[in-house]
């Protein structure tokens, strides 16, 4: 069987340092927001080329908190694109905010030239979510954020070492949010998440909310926050994995070109990557009309595959008081029923890619 996605082997790539370092985390008798955390920080900042990062339970929270931090209330309306991940939408509304869903483009993230017919009085803010591993158009989102006043965060949780032209994705908003959760291309073993930005005050507003509103390690608490705290084992593996991640990056495009280049299958349409932006690939997508049959016959020949995502959020359960129905996002609802993520991880052998590329060129109507 072929998984979607295989976490042991990632593991097994650098098992020896991760090991290492846990038994350094567990010896040290400091386990959470310590120095591992801190070195995280500034080590992920500084890849990032954001001025601060400040690390988070989830890429959940980093959300809800650089919401909360532009000042996003009841009755304000953020800008995301139809087919996001459920979270995104979410760090909007657990702040009373109103997502106002914008279709995708042809590479499946935000439609930029669709922003501005959906911009009202309430519109605060645009959420960039860079999804798949390839970057939004950022100078057209930015162009219309200037002009009408609009703070831009940018999800980043798929998109670690992503580059739109010469920045990288999570340097060019007002705030980004990352998610290290273990499937993400720089993956803790267990949640994790952080926000980077350039802006000091937004940095030291994120670290009180995390910490229960508290400026002081404990018990002075200055505001109502919560607790979303990145744990000193989870920063510690990260940095070992952070000093790899430009290889294991490299990987995932080796492994992407191969699939590029080598499946023929007419049915199958692989997901372009947006001039102007890298791709790493966090997952290899593909658009194909008949895709529950595709993913049927891949699991008959023992290949994983994921779908995602197979419910746009407004047609989710939890968004129907938003009154959304079927019609309402046709692209997105289009590209839920044709999108399939074909199995794409660090440790992928030959033999495995050879044999995906095999079967689905032998797929047939
Ligand atoms: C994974 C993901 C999140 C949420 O991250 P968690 O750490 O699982 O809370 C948010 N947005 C996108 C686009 C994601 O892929």
Not at 172 to 193: E, H, R, V
Not at 355 to 365: A, P
Request: net charge negative; aromatic share 10%; glycine share 8%.
């Amino acid at each position: 069987m072929i998984l979607a996605n295989n976490l042991k082997r990632q593991y097994d790539l650098f098992a020896e340092e991760y090991r290492q370092k846990a038994v350094e985390v567990l010896d040290s008798g400091w386990y959470v927001l310590g120095n591992e955390v801190k070195e995280f920080e500034n080590e992920f900042a500084s890849y990032i080329g954001s001025k601060h990062c400040v690390g988070v339970a989830s890429g959940m929270d980093a959300l809800q908190i650089a919401f909360r931090i532009i000042g996003i209330h009841e009755g304000d309306e953020v800008i995301v694109c139809s087919n996001a991940y459920i979270a995104c939408a979410m760090g909007i509304t657990m702040n009373g905010g109103t997502p106002v869903f914008v279709e995708p483009d042809a590479y499946d993230n935000l439609d930029a030239e669709k922003i501005g017919e959906k911009i009202t009085d309430k519109t605060k803010a645009i959420l960039a979510v860079h999804l798949y591993g390839q970057s939004c158009d950022m100078d057209k989102i930015c162009e219309i954020a200037r002009k009408y006043n609009l703070k831009v965060i940018e999800d980043c949780a798929q998109a670690h070492g992503t580059k739109w032209k010469k920045n990288k994705c999570g340097s060019i908003g007002d705030m980004a949010c990352w998610s290290f959760y273990p499937t993400k291309n720089l993956g803790a073993f267990g949640d994790g998440g952080a926000i980077t930005t350039d802006d000091e005050d937004y940095a030291n507003e994120a670290r009180v909310i995390r910490n229960y509103g508290s400026k002081k390690l404990h018990y002075e608490n200055d505001i109502i926050g919560m607790n979303s705290r990145l744990d000193e084992l989870q920063a510690g593996l990260l940095r070992v994995k952070l000093k790899h991640l430009d290889e294991l990056n490299e990987e995932r495009i080796q492994i992407a070109d191969r699939y590029s280049n080598e499946i023929v299958n007419p049915l199958v349409r692989p997901l372009q990557t947006r001039p102007g932006s890298n791709n790493v690939y966090h997952q290899y997508v593909i658009h194909c009309d008949r895709r529950d049959d595709l993913m049927n016959y891949l699991k008959e020949n023992d290949i994983g595959t994921i779908i995602h995502y197979p419910i746009p959020p407004h047609l989710q359960k939890a968004y129907a008081y938003l009154g959304y129905h079927k019609g309402d996002y046709p692209i997105a609802e289009r590209y839920a029923n044709e999108v399939l993520s074909l199995p794409m991880y660090n440790g992928m052998s030959k033999e495995e890619l050879d044999y995906v590329i095999e079967r689905i060129n032998d797929f047939k109507e």
